[in-house]
Protein backbone atom coordinates (compact mmCIF):
# COMPACT_ATOMS: atom_id res chain seq x y z
CA UNK A 1 0.00 0.00 0.00
CA UNK A 2 3.02 2.35 0.67
CA UNK A 3 4.75 1.58 -2.51
CA UNK A 4 1.53 2.38 -4.48
CA UNK A 5 0.87 6.24 -2.55
CA UNK A 6 4.76 6.50 -3.06
CA UNK A 7 4.24 6.02 -6.44
CA UNK A 8 1.42 8.40 -7.04
CA UNK A 9 2.98 11.18 -5.36
CA UNK A 10 6.25 10.75 -7.41
CA UNK A 11 3.46 11.02 -10.76
CA UNK A 12 2.12 13.83 -9.30
CA UNK A 13 5.23 15.59 -8.67
CA UNK A 14 6.33 14.66 -11.94
CA UNK A 15 3.40 16.04 -13.83
CA UNK A 16 3.33 19.14 -11.54
CA UNK A 17 6.94 20.06 -12.59
CA UNK A 18 6.13 19.39 -16.07
CA UNK A 19 2.99 21.99 -15.73
CA UNK A 20 5.39 24.62 -13.96
CA UNK A 21 7.89 24.20 -17.09
CA UNK A 22 4.53 24.46 -19.43
CA UNK A 23 4.15 27.51 -18.21
CA UNK A 24 7.48 28.61 -18.39
CA UNK A 25 7.57 27.93 -22.00
CA UNK A 26 4.22 29.49 -22.72
CA UNK A 27 4.64 32.82 -21.36
CA UNK A 28 8.13 33.01 -22.92
CA UNK A 29 6.22 32.70 -26.13
CA UNK A 30 3.39 34.91 -25.43
CA UNK A 31 4.99 38.03 -23.63
CA UNK A 32 6.77 39.59 -26.53
CA UNK A 33 10.62 41.06 -25.42
CA UNK A 34 9.96 44.38 -22.98
CA UNK A 35 12.45 46.96 -24.79
CA UNK A 36 13.64 49.02 -22.62
CA UNK A 37 12.09 52.80 -22.63
CA UNK A 38 14.62 55.84 -22.04
CA UNK A 39 12.84 57.94 -19.46
CA UNK A 40 12.69 61.91 -20.43
CA UNK A 41 14.84 64.13 -18.30
CA UNK A 42 12.76 67.23 -16.87
CA UNK A 43 14.60 69.35 -18.71
CA UNK A 44 14.25 67.69 -22.36
CA UNK A 45 10.35 67.98 -21.34
CA UNK A 46 10.95 71.93 -20.38
CA UNK A 47 12.61 71.87 -23.87
CA UNK A 48 10.20 70.27 -26.09
CA UNK A 49 7.44 72.14 -24.10
CA UNK A 50 9.10 75.37 -24.94
CA UNK A 51 9.59 74.28 -28.46
CA UNK A 52 5.65 73.72 -28.91
CA UNK A 53 4.71 77.14 -27.29
CA UNK A 54 7.37 78.69 -29.81
CA UNK A 55 5.49 76.59 -32.89
CA UNK A 56 1.65 77.70 -31.45
CA UNK A 57 2.95 81.54 -31.19
CA UNK A 58 4.44 81.69 -34.77
CA UNK A 59 1.11 79.84 -35.86
CA UNK A 60 -1.27 82.22 -33.95
CA UNK A 61 1.08 85.45 -35.45
CA UNK A 62 0.87 83.89 -39.11
CA UNK A 63 -3.01 83.67 -38.59
CA UNK A 64 -3.39 87.00 -37.11
CA UNK A 65 -1.58 88.50 -39.92
CA UNK A 66 -3.32 87.03 -42.59
CA UNK A 67 -6.85 88.35 -40.74
CA UNK A 68 -5.53 91.81 -41.04
CA UNK A 69 -4.22 91.71 -44.34
CA UNK A 70 -8.37 89.96 -45.56
CA UNK A 71 -9.80 92.48 -43.57
CA UNK A 72 -7.91 95.53 -44.95
CA UNK A 73 -8.64 93.98 -48.52
CA UNK A 74 -12.10 93.68 -47.42
CA UNK A 75 -12.02 97.45 -46.66
CA UNK A 76 -10.24 98.75 -49.55
CA UNK A 77 -11.13 96.80 -52.11
CA UNK A 78 -14.93 95.45 -51.05
CA UNK A 79 -16.67 97.28 -53.67
CA UNK A 80 -14.34 96.16 -56.72
CA UNK A 81 -17.30 93.89 -58.05
CA UNK A 82 -19.53 96.20 -57.98
CA UNK A 83 -17.31 99.35 -59.45
CA UNK A 84 -16.53 97.15 -62.45
CA UNK A 85 -20.28 96.53 -62.81
CA UNK A 86 -20.82 100.02 -62.61
CA UNK A 87 -18.59 100.97 -65.42
CA UNK A 88 -21.51 99.36 -67.72
CA UNK A 89 -23.22 102.89 -67.48
CA UNK A 90 -20.38 104.59 -68.63
CA UNK A 91 -20.45 102.47 -71.39
CA UNK A 92 -24.44 102.56 -72.24
CA UNK A 93 -24.11 106.16 -72.38
CA UNK A 94 -21.38 106.04 -74.72
CA UNK A 95 -23.20 104.03 -77.21
CA UNK A 96 -25.80 106.22 -76.76
CA UNK A 97 -24.32 108.74 -78.06
CA UNK A 98 -22.78 106.91 -80.84
CA UNK A 99 -26.24 106.02 -81.86
CA UNK A 100 -27.09 109.67 -81.89
CA UNK A 101 -24.43 110.81 -83.69
CA UNK A 102 -25.24 107.98 -86.81
CA UNK A 103 -28.72 109.09 -87.09
CA UNK A 104 -28.92 111.02 -90.18
CA UNK A 105 -32.67 112.19 -88.70
CA UNK A 106 -30.75 114.02 -85.95
CA UNK A 107 -27.91 115.02 -87.65
CA UNK A 108 -27.22 119.15 -87.34
CA UNK A 109 -30.26 119.33 -85.41
CA UNK A 110 -31.00 121.38 -82.36
CA UNK A 111 -32.34 118.59 -80.48
CA UNK A 112 -29.19 116.07 -81.54
CA UNK A 113 -27.16 119.05 -79.39
CA UNK A 114 -29.00 119.35 -76.57
CA UNK A 115 -29.44 115.58 -75.90
CA UNK A 116 -25.66 115.03 -76.60
CA UNK A 117 -24.82 117.60 -73.95
CA UNK A 118 -26.62 116.34 -71.57
CA UNK A 119 -25.72 113.24 -71.88
CA UNK A 120 -22.17 114.59 -71.52
CA UNK A 121 -22.88 116.11 -68.49
CA UNK A 122 -24.43 112.99 -67.02
CA UNK A 123 -20.97 110.99 -68.02
CA UNK A 124 -18.75 113.67 -66.27
CA UNK A 125 -20.94 113.32 -63.42
CA UNK A 126 -20.62 109.84 -62.87
CA UNK A 127 -16.63 109.89 -63.41
CA UNK A 128 -16.70 112.67 -60.61
CA UNK A 129 -18.51 109.95 -58.25
CA UNK A 130 -15.68 107.48 -59.58
CA UNK A 131 -12.68 109.56 -59.10
CA UNK A 132 -14.26 110.28 -55.31
CA UNK A 133 -14.20 106.46 -54.57
CA UNK A 134 -10.62 106.33 -56.11
CA UNK A 135 -12.03 104.93 -59.44
CA UNK A 136 -10.14 106.67 -61.67
CA UNK A 137 -9.78 106.80 -65.68
CA UNK A 138 -6.59 105.42 -67.59
CA UNK A 139 -5.35 108.30 -70.02
CA UNK A 140 -4.34 106.28 -73.30
CA UNK A 141 -4.32 108.34 -76.36
CA UNK A 142 -1.16 108.55 -77.75
CA UNK A 143 0.51 106.85 -74.69
CA UNK A 144 2.78 104.05 -75.18
CA UNK A 145 1.24 100.13 -74.72
CA UNK A 146 1.20 99.28 -71.54
CA UNK A 147 0.02 95.62 -71.07
CA UNK A 148 -0.22 96.04 -67.25
CA UNK A 149 -3.53 99.42 -68.53
CA UNK A 150 -4.23 98.69 -72.25
CA UNK A 151 -5.32 95.70 -74.17
CA UNK A 152 -4.45 96.33 -78.31
CA UNK A 153 -7.42 94.90 -80.23
CA UNK A 154 -6.49 96.30 -83.57
CA UNK A 155 -3.23 97.45 -85.58
CA UNK A 156 -3.33 101.41 -87.62
CA UNK A 157 -1.29 102.23 -90.05
CA UNK A 158 0.01 105.51 -88.85
CA UNK A 159 3.24 106.93 -90.29
CA UNK A 160 3.02 110.17 -87.86
CA UNK A 161 2.96 107.56 -84.66
CA UNK A 162 6.24 105.26 -83.95
CA UNK A 163 4.87 101.52 -83.87
CA UNK A 164 3.30 101.30 -80.53
CA UNK A 165 1.32 104.11 -80.07
CA UNK A 166 -2.21 103.97 -79.03
CA UNK A 167 -4.22 106.16 -81.51
CA UNK A 168 -7.79 105.21 -81.02
CA UNK A 169 -9.89 104.18 -77.67
CA UNK A 170 -12.05 101.46 -77.91
CA UNK A 171 -12.96 101.43 -74.26
CA UNK A 172 -12.10 103.55 -72.13
CA UNK A 173 -10.55 101.78 -68.62
CA UNK A 174 -10.10 102.31 -64.81
CA UNK A 175 -8.16 101.51 -62.07
CA UNK A 176 -9.22 101.48 -58.37
CA UNK A 177 -6.63 102.59 -56.16
CA UNK A 178 -3.67 100.73 -57.01
CA UNK A 179 -5.52 97.97 -58.69
CA UNK A 180 -6.49 97.90 -62.25
CA UNK A 181 -10.48 97.39 -63.01
CA UNK A 182 -10.37 96.66 -66.09
CA UNK A 183 -7.77 97.43 -68.99
CA UNK A 184 -8.61 99.94 -71.77
CA UNK A 185 -9.21 98.29 -75.06
CA UNK A 186 -7.47 100.25 -77.53
CA UNK A 187 -5.83 100.41 -81.39
CA UNK A 188 -2.45 100.65 -81.73
CA UNK A 189 0.03 102.54 -84.47
CA UNK A 190 1.76 100.84 -86.80
CA UNK A 191 3.63 101.16 -89.53
CA UNK A 192 2.96 100.26 -93.57
CA UNK A 193 5.27 97.28 -94.29
CA UNK A 194 5.38 98.59 -97.77
CA UNK A 195 6.50 101.96 -97.56
CA UNK A 196 8.95 100.36 -95.05
CA UNK A 197 10.00 97.78 -97.53
CA UNK A 198 10.15 100.57 -100.51
CA UNK A 199 12.52 102.89 -97.44
CA UNK A 200 14.87 99.64 -97.07
CA UNK A 201 15.25 99.17 -100.73
CA UNK A 202 16.28 102.59 -101.42
CA UNK A 203 18.63 102.55 -98.75
CA UNK A 204 20.27 99.77 -99.64
CA UNK A 205 20.66 101.28 -103.95
CA UNK A 206 22.34 104.37 -102.31
CA UNK A 207 24.89 102.43 -100.68
CA UNK A 208 25.50 100.32 -103.42
CA UNK A 209 25.78 103.59 -105.50
Known amino acids: MEKEENFVKKVNSDNNE ?3 DADKSIKSEVDPQKKEV ?6 EKIIELEDKLARTFAEMENQRRRFEKEKEDAFEYGGFNFAREALNLIDNLERSKQ ?6 KLKGTEALKKA ?4 EIIKKDLISIFEKNNIKPIESLNKRLDPNF ?15 TIVQEIQKGFTIKDRLLRPS ?6 KNTKNEEKTQENKDNFKDK
Open 150 to 164: HQAMMEIIDETKEPG
Open 18 to 20: ENI
Open 116 to 119: LEHL
Open 185 to 190: LVGVSK
Open 38 to 43: KEITPE
Open 99 to 104: VLENDE
